[in-house]
């Protein structure tokens, strides 16, 4: 009378033990791999994956296969339909009881409603492990499940009329325009074995109908299809095309075909008849008892066909586990190219800190030279006329300042003589990190247009309202961090002459013995010095001559033993004294742009490196090893 039922494992030509055996050797991998995609959930937003919460392998793989392949074969029978289809009906037959209320009105049955053999043990034990996202209602009465209310509830019921492996729910309608309704339906879709698909003459072709049957029948159930509230006198004509249109629309392969007359008053007695469609044209029509249909069906084969149909959506390489990690994969690379971008854009801009105007570099070098190299007799000696010289060459160098303001038009070079040093340079410092700021802020712009959405979204972040206030101080705050302009100079000057002078054993005591000569006849020299200005700038490579020839006079003491010494040692000198300068401020600037940078990318960095290293990551990997295990397995027992 009945169609056979449709058993995908048995058709690969296995018999039931070796399915049972495979079974056994997959439920390892599946509890296996539910604890590695626990882990890799715990890392894959990291690279802006979403949780795969919602994805049918996932739901299938936590409700359904985990809860289900170490059970007894617990049938699990789900009435599903869109609004008004007479779903609760039909549940109430089936469960010979009232147990589910009927409401005419659309989206009546707000929760689902199982009823449970009341001789199994331990019901909620049973409900905990396979429906374990909804919250476990006690069964009171028939209007229950028709009250509104948040979350997700589920209430049940030990029923006298069914068998202890049999399991039957009503459900919420699966068209409805409650988003939780259809998200509770879905929920028992993934745990069902057997889907009754409730229809009627209007409802069939629905397409919220057609995509949840048809992701049911992708899932491997055993689909029951019953067609509800028909006038048999004008139906009966339409049923086989209504039937073929709902089959190749949604892929099912029904098991049973059923269908049902309009009787309000039957119904409500629980008396209304359900008659078995069969024959190639739908043309033999039988009265069937509708429980005594379900109650019969071959529980062990279904349990197998719906686990392995399961099993082929979680192993699937375009809608399962592969395609979930191929787009954690493809995620990644997004963050590799985005972390590559943002290195290669890091070395675009350098920072050109100001350098130390040479005055103060011949000053260090000549308090090196003072304190390092002349015994203590020379030292008392140049101090007195140190100070002397200083107060004979005051009127000129008040002559050479407004002079240098008028030639070079930046009077503020010489603001060091104030003594204000640190504040001049860090004036200075702060002009530079302005303008390396706002090429660094063009920068972020430009980056910002990026078609690397990862990169991009990020760029935008720095780049939104007040960040370029911020930028700007987060640059003072890297300049205030570093070591103080006077302190870091003055030990850069004497780590390189010192190093300089360990080399150049025979210049320096050359320089050494002039310096005695000249520090001897001191009274002679002082004058020449102030008339001649400073003679250190002789020796200065161009562009410091000019400069240090304005400055000349101010530090009589010592200098002059370069005019006597040679070229050759003048020449050494002078390449010392740019490369000093030169040194220290491609150091310091080196080391602001460093920092700098490291405080603005330091967390975009962290954030592109976390989700770079996701598909690398042990997480990642063991899931894939275990994906590969599973569908090895399924191969290896020719298992598509």
């Not at 626990?38 to 359904?64: F, M, S």
């Not at 073929?244 to 049973?256: H, L, M, S, Y």
């Not at 100070?387 to 008028?406: S, T, W």
């Not at 997480?619 to 894939?624: A, I």
Request: glycine share 6%; proline share 3%; with cysteine.
């Amino acid at each position: 009378m009945f169609k056979n039922v449709r058993v995908e494992v048995i058709e690969t030509g296995m018999e039931q033990e070796k399915v049972g055996g495979l079974f056994s050797e997959l439920s390892e991998l599946l509890f296996e791999l539910g604890v590695v995609v626990g882990d890799l959930c715990g890392v894959v937003g990291l690279c802006g994956v979403g949780l795969p919460e919602g994805e049918a392998w996932y739901e299938l793989l936590v409700h359904k296969l985990i809860p289900q392949m170490d059970d007894r074969a617990y049938l699990i029978v789900a009435v599903m339909g869109g609004t008004n289809t007479g779903k609760s009906l039909l549940f109430n037959h089936l469960a010979r009881e009232n147990c589910s209320g009927v409401d005419y009105r659309a989206s009546g049955t707000k929760h689902p409603v199982c009823i449970i053999s009341e001789s199994v043990v331990d019901p909620l034990g049973l409900l905990g492990r396979n429906f374990g996202n909804f919250e476990f209602v006690l069964w009171s009465n028939s209007f229950q499940p028709l009250e509104a209310g948040s979350g997700y509830r589920l209430f049940w019921k030990a029923g006298r009329n069914l068998p202890e492996r049999l399991l039957i729910l009503d459900t919420p309608d699966i068209d409805s325009d409650s988003e939780v309704n259809w998200e509770q339906a879905c929920e028992v879709r993934h745990v069902s074995d057997v889907v009754v698909a409730v229809l009627t003459s209007q409802k069939y072709n629905d397409a919220a109908v057609r995509r949840f049957f048809r992701e049911a029948a992708e899932a491997g159930k055993p689909i029951v299809v019953l067609f509800n509230m028909l006038n048999f006198d004008v139906d009966k004509e339409y049923f086989p095309v209504w039937l073929k249109q709902f089959c190749e629309e949604t892929q099912a392969v029904p098991i049973v075909n059923l269908a049902a007359p309009f009787d309000e008053g039957r119904a409500s007695e629980l008396r209304l008849p359900y008659y078995g469609v069969s024959g190639e044209n739908c043309d033999e029509w039988e009265e069937v008892d509708l429980h005594r249909v379900l109650t019969e069906l071959h529980f062990d084969r279904i349990k197998s066909q719906t686990l392995m149909g399961a099993i082929r959506v979680l192993a699937d390489v375009s809608k399962g586990i592969p395609s979930y990690l191929r787009r954690i994969e493809l995620a990644s690379v997004k963050f590799s190219d985005a972390l590559s971008a943002l290195e290669r854009a890091n070395s675009a801009d350098e920072v050109e800190l100001p350098a130390i105007p040479v005055s103060v570099l011949a000053e260090e070098v000549r308090r090196w030279w003072h304190e390092e190299k002349r015994p203590a007799w020379s030292q008392k000696i140049n101090n007195i006329y140190r100070v002397v010289g200083g107060k004979l060459v005051m009127p000129l160098v008040k002559l050479r300042d407004v002079v240098a303001k008028k030639v070079f038009a930046q009077g503020e070079r010489y603001r060091y003589r104030d003594d204000n040093l640190q504040l001049f340079f860090r004036e200075r410092e702060e002009s530079a990190a302005v303008t390396f700021v706002e090429k660094v802020f063009k920068r972020l712009e430009t980056l910002a247009q990026t078609d690397n959405p990862v990169l991009r979204c990020e760029m935008q972040n720095l780049t939104s309202g007040v960040k370029r206030v911020e930028l700007l101080e987060r640059a003072k705050s890297v300049l205030g961090e570093l070591e103080p302009v006077d302190v870091s100079f003055h030990n850069a000057v004497r780590t390189n002459l010192s190093e300089w002078s360990a080399k150049n054993h025979f210049a320096v005591n050359l320089l050494q013995s002039i310096d005695q000569v000249v520090t001897l006849v001191r009274p002679v020299v002082t004058v020449s010095l102030v008339l001649g200005g400073f003679a250190i700038g002789s020796v200065i490579a161009a562009p410091f001559v000019a400069e240090v020839a304005m400055i000349g006079g101010v530090t009589a003491g010592g200098e002059a033993i370069l005019h006597s010494s040679s070229e050759t040692i003048k020449l050494s000198i002078a390449r010392l004294l740019q490369k000093i300068q030169e040194d220290f401020v491609i150091a310091r600037s080196k080391k602001f742009h460093t920092e700098f940078l490291r405080e603005l990318w330091q967390d975009v960095v962290n954030r592109l490196k976390s989700g770079a290293n996701i598909a690398e990551s042990d997480q990642f990997k063991k899931c894939q090893e275990c994906v590969q295990k599973i569908i090895q397995k399924l191969k290896a027992n020719d298992i598509k």
